[in-house]
């Protein structure tokens, strides 16, 4: 074996060792509790007041909805002794397509509201996000887990591995995230030549 052969043997023995010492080297884990952190972070509170706020005015016009069907029900009940077997499947039809309207749309307010805790809370958890990346580049980390999320499986921890407070040093230091930019408003066209009333147009009949 010549020296040429015996110095790549050697270095490629080191280079074997080498990988499995670093194979053989614990992980380095953290985590993290969400639930500590999300209610600390800059911007977060002024979130959850504007979808409480919202969220009342949801929970009004879905009372409204229900009063109103309240009162055409009650009016039908008063009616339904002078009503004709076909008045009474008239109104009751009514009432039927009355309520399925309601129930779709409060199902539309339901779902606008969620919506709307996601465009208000999205960009917290993500600056959340990208704080925790940051510290487990910076740490060396190989996971970071969140034992505040829905479904943890952790029963129990090393405290001293806790980031949370970190995590909320630096959301604090780096203040609420900026509001995604809008795209500029399209300009108004120039309106035809002007007549006293639009033709055909008509002012909806208000709802109950």
Do not use: H
């Amino acid at each position: 074996m010549n020296a040429f052969t015996r110095a790549s043997l050697a270095a490629a023995l080191a280079a074997c060792a080498a990988g499995v010492l670093a194979a053989q080297s614990p992980l380095k884990l953290a985590y993290v509790n969400s639930q500590k952190i999300l209610p600390q972070a800059p911007g977060f509170a002024d979130a959850q007041a504007t979808m409480e706020t919202e969220a009342e005015g949801v929970k009004a016009q879905e009372q409204r909805m229900m009063d109103s069907l309240n009162f055409l029900i009650g009016e039908y009940q008063k009616a339904q002794p002078t009503l004709t077997p076909a008045q009474r499947t008239q109104r009751e039809n009514a009432l039927r397509a009355k309520q399925q309207e309601f129930q779709q749309r409060a199902a539309q307010l339901e779902q606008r509201a969620q919506q709307r805790q996601a465009e208000l809370v999205e960009p917290i958890r993500e600056q959340i996000r990208g704080i925790i990346e940051g510290l487990r580049v910076d740490g060396g980390y190989a996971m970071i887990f969140d034992i505040g999320a829905q479904g943890g499986g952790l029963v129990a921890v090393d405290t001293s591995l806790d980031l949370s407070d970190k995590v909320i040093a630096k959301l604090q230091a780096a203040g609420p995230p900026k509001p995604a930019a809008k795209p500029a408003a399209k300009p108004a066209a120039t309106p035809a030549t002007p007549s006293t009333k639009p033709t055909g147009i008509t002012r909806p009949p208000r709802g109950n």
